[in-house]
């Protein structure tokens, strides 16, 4: 036993080592390819927008896209984090990198039209194809295939957040809902700082706002956070069953997908004549003034949700992380506008609840916070994130999610199965809820009483 211990010290150095080369390689490779793809994406948007009615455009790109995805791409549209947790799930985290210069090309022309979806869906895939190709070319086992593939994810995620161990956590704890995989967070860690470095040092600016107004602690203003927890929970919950309900759309309308893309995209573009251009792109500007106290109504981040929903669902390349911050930010300055609150502090505390409750990620939503915010607002975010969490259920807005623990012990879901797979709704566990069993048996009473009754009745008349 001695000898055993002994002997394992130099193995587990070794093991260090050999993850810290690699994710070293990982980060530098994913922060300088990720810095490009962000300074051409900027670039384009910049200069489309100098244009009239630019986002008319939208339907013949969300049309190519779909043509792109049918016959070269193979189903690529969508949201390009969906598709890096589903290669680790379903092919020990082989990808086609060969295929993700098209993607990123078609998530430029996506944004550049006016496309809602975020930037961080095809860096993540950028970080993942790169991370495949090296696992390919060094001939690595499946599971270290695995390993470098969430490596160069979480890589991905700090470049385009500038938050690196936040980024880095939400690569790793955005595969699976309760569980995390401890032996890739070092050298998810590290990829995810270099990246980080490369990033800021050719160039990429972050925002980060330090909130000031942080009140000391009151139970009244902690009850607002708790509030506020819930609040945002819901809103998750809307843009979960947007995406879902024009997912459902896309497959009960029966046309070629092309044409369903160009009738969405055209759909957009009229709606945005009558809404205006702000619910389209990447919205950092909104972001921005949301964080800076800005005034948001209720049907900002409505809105948002819709372009959203249909973007992804037909035809366009992309993430959905951007969006959610939009939302998150706005839903969070119309919740502190009702009761009277700060709203700069309350739009970051949305921000990053959103994030945890339509990805099921409490722990690196609640850092990304500290991270974007500064620690006074950590407390608070921190309840707001796992109450948002709680609340959305045992649903997500990243299908290829594996469920691995239940948020209640009164719901009966299948653990161990991706979103994708599950049942639409999960059944209650009357018999072990006290309060359910109860409930049910007077349902039960009631319902038998009020038959007995029509039954009187109609032997009366």
């Known amino acids: 036993m001695r000898t055993r211990r002994y002997r394992e010290k130099p193995i587990i150095f070794a093991g260090i080592l050999k993850w810290f080369v690699i994710s070293s390689a990982i980060g530098i490779l ?3 390819v990720s ?16 244009y009239p009615y630019y986002y008319f455009s939208l339907p013949f790109i969300l049309a190519l896209n779909g043509l792109l995805s049918k016959y070269i791409l193979k189903d690529a549209a969508g949201e390009g984090t969906d598709k890096v947790i589903e290669s680790v799930h379903e092919h020990s985290g082989k990808m086609k990198w060969y295929m993700v210069p098209l993607k990123l090309v078609g998530a430029i022309l996506t944004l550049g039209a006016g496309g809602s979806a975020g930037k961080e869906g095809p860096c993540a895939e950028i970080g993942g ?3 495949s190709f090296l696992a390919d070319l060094f001939q690595f086992t499946p599971e270290d295939r695995k390993k470098l593939v969430i490596c160069g994810a979480s890589a991905g995620f700090a470049t385009v957040f500038g938050t690196p161990i936040g980024g880095a956590m939400l690569g790793v704890e955005i595969l699976f809902v309760g569980e995390i995989l401890y032996d890739v967070l070092f050298p998810a860690f590290v990829s995810g700082i270099i990246s ?3 990033s800021s040092y050719f160039g990429i600016h972050y925002f980060q ?7 000391v602690f009151t139970s009244f203003f902690f009850l607002k956070v708790l509030l506020g927890g819930i609040f945002f929970g819901l809103v998750s919950v809307f843009l979960i069953e947007m995406l879902r309900l024009a997912k459902i759309l896309n497959r009960t309308i029966k046309a070629p997908d092309f044409l369903k893309n160009f009738t969405a995209g055209l759909f957009l573009a009229a709606l945005t004549l009558f809404v205006s251009d702000r619910f389209l792109g990447l919205g950092l500007n ?20 819709v372009f959203t929903s249909f973007t992804l669902n037909f035809g366009g390349m992309g993430g959905i992380v951007t969006p959610i911050f939009y939302m998150g930010s706005s839903s969070g300055a119309w919740f502190a506008q009702i009761f009277g609150l700060n709203r700069a502090t309350f739009a970051a505390i949305g921000m990053a609840s959103l994030l945890s409750g339509t990805t099921n990620t409490p722990i690196a939503s609640s850092i990304i916070a500290v991270q974007l915010f500064g620690s006074k607002l950590g407390p608070y975010a921190a309840i707001s994130c796992i109450l948002s969490f709680l609340i959305t259920g045992h649903t997500s807005v ?43 048996r007077y349902y039960k009473e009631l319902k038998t009483f009020l038959q007995t009754a029509l039954k009187k009745a109609k032997d009366k008349s």
Request: aromatic fraction near 16%.
């Open 286 to 305: 909104h972001i921005q003034s949301n964080l800076e106290g800005g005034k948001a109504g209720w049907w900002v981040f409505w809105l948002k949700g």
């Open 129 to 131: 194809g790169i991370s």
């Open 35 to 50: 810095t490009g793809f962000l300074k051409v994406l900027y670039f384009f948007i910049d200069s489309v927008k100098h």
């Open 30 to 32: 994913t922060g300088l």
């Open 398 to 440: 990243l299908s290829s999610q594996i469920l691995a623990i239940r948020k209640s012990s009164s719901v009966e879901v299948d653990l161990g199965k991706e979103f994708e797979d599950m049942e639409e709704i999960p059944s209650l566990s009357f018999k072990r809820n006290l309060f359910f069993r109860i409930s049910y």
């Open 196 to 198: 980080y470095q490369i």
């Open 209 to 215: 706002h330090p909130v000031e107004f942080i009140p």
